[in-house]
């Protein structure tokens, strides 16, 4: 990680290290709003997820902690995306920047509440501890892999963040170049669908997966398709 950073200050500079980091360098010099820091802060993100460096953690006492590790990891992702998707005119990459960086962060606690059983058997546990302390949720519960009225309380309270983010995250497909909406817009759809299939397998994320399916991806896309046409429509 520390190679792919210096590499990076390498491509900022103009003096790519090889053919595989030109790529990158071609698009910076093509899309010249692109910032070095999301990359950086990515890395970082890695980091926080990986055993014995002082930036590691496999648990967060608060949301606030949490939010951190939810940017570099994935809000990062809609920074480093947004200046090659661009933007409608009337709108500036500024406005936009907030919805992007909430979608990368309802992505990621999208994730983290898919995937409690399986980090768990990592002995990690991505759920705030403050907010475990407050429905009566402990560590050994997870790992125990139990589900009781505590434990479906916290989720749903978590859902209802993650829901937030994906509801500041729609105010920005409008601000987004015509030709990027649909793809944004079914993205965001389709993740957010994984809530519900959360709450379908009855908040168990330890023995059943949530995830869509290609027929259901399928069948958001008309819906998703008239949505971007009243963008495109609108005056």
């Given at each position: 990680l520390a190679k792919w950073e210096k590499r990076l200050e390498r491509i900022w500079s103009g003096e790519p290290t090889d053919s595989l980091d030109m790529a990158l360098a071609d698009a910076r010099r093509r899309y010249p709003d692109l910032d070095i820091k999301p990359y950086k802060d990515m890395i970082d993100g890695m980091l926080m997820d990986t055993p014995g460096h002082e930036l590691y953690q496999n648990r967060y006492e608060t949301w606030d902690e949490l939010e951190v590790y939810c940017y570099?990891?994935?809000?990062?992702?809609?920074?480093?995306?947004?200046?090659?998707?661009?933007?409608?005119?009337?709108?500036?990459?500024?406005?936009?920047?907030?919805?992007?960086?909430?979608?990368?962060?309802?992505?990621?606690?999208?994730?983290?509440?898919?995937?409690?059983?399986?980090?768990?058997?990592?002995?990690?546990?991505?759920?705030?501890?403050?907010q475990m302390r407050k429905f009566g949720v402990t560590e050994q519960q997870?790992?125990?892999?139990?589900?009781?009225?505590?434990?479906v309380d916290l989720l749903k309270s978590e859902i209802r963040r993650a829901e937030s983010y994906y509801d500041k995250a729609a105010?920005?497909?409008?601000?987004?170049?015509?030709?990027?909406?649909?793809?944004?817009?079914?993205?965001?759809?389709?993740?957010?669908?994984?809530?519900?299939?959360?709450?379908?397998?009855?908040?168990?994320?330890?023995?059943?997966?949530?995830?869509?399916?290609?027929?259901?991806?399928?069948?958001?896309l008309p819906a998703t398709w008239l949505q971007i046409q009243g963008f495109n429509n609108a005056p």
């Open positions: 570099r990891v994935a809000g990062t992702v809609g920074l480093m995306t947004l200046p090659v998707l661009g933007t409608a005119p009337g709108y500036t990459l500024e406005q936009a920047r907030e919805p992007a960086l909430a979608l990368g962060v309802a992505f990621q606690i999208t994730n983290i509440l898919r995937d409690v059983g399986e980090d768990a058997l990592r002995g990690r546990i991505y759920l705030p501890r403050d997870i790992f125990d892999g139990v589900i009781n009225q505590n434990y105010t920005g497909i409008q601000m987004l170049a015509p030709e990027a909406r649909l793809a944004v817009a079914s993205s965001l759809q389709v993740y957010k669908a994984i809530l519900d299939k959360i709450k379908e397998n009855d908040y168990d994320n330890f023995r059943k997966r949530a995830y869509v399916s290609k027929f259901d991806k399928f069948l958001m």
